[in-house]
């Protein structure tokens, strides 16, 4: 089991990424520093001061547990995110990510995309649900996937949509 934990601050806001991890990395997925870029860039644009999130890369007997456990299906999923809406000592704690490697990279070979691509996708995704995005209904989930395709062209990966 590798075990990594960092911090990183952000541009102007004070971003606090935690990266913790049961799965090894794989080929062509993206470095920490990566991760962490891609998630402060979301949280910056859409305003989050001082917060933190927290983010688990974990492989799909761990995700499968947490899929039964949260959602009740029986499957390993790509990615989890859940809000979490604390303020201690003026950092907002914005939630824990939980990302399976293998099931995005099975995703991004299905879906004939890049690997890295498709799993920074994914994080961007999931931040938006800990910042209070949803696509439960017809305009949320137009409003979100908008949101995704304009901030995917920012970090130059491929639209998730096309």
Partial sequence: MVMSKRK???KNNRITIDISRNSESLE??????????????VAEQLGSEDSEISLRIV????????????RDRDNSTNILSFPAELDFQG????????ICNRVVRSEA???????????RHMLV???LHLLGYDHQEEN?????????????????????YE
């Fill in 8 to 10: 990183m601050s952000a």
């Fill in 91 to 98: 950092i907002d704690f914005l939630g824990d990510i939980v």
């Fill in 59 to 70: 492989d799909k007997e761990e995700m499968l547990d947490l899929n039964q456990k949260y």
């Fill in 28 to 41: 062509g997925e993206p470095s920490d520093e990566k991760i962490r870029e891609t998630i402060a860039y």
């Fill in 109 to 119: 070979v299905s879906f004939e995309m890049n690997y890295a691509d498709r799993y």
């Fill in 125 to 127: 995704h999931a931040t």
């Fill in 140 to 160: 949320e989930q137009l409003n979100m996937e908008e949101l995704e395709k304009k901030i995917a062209l920012d970090l130059k990966i491929g639209n998730p």
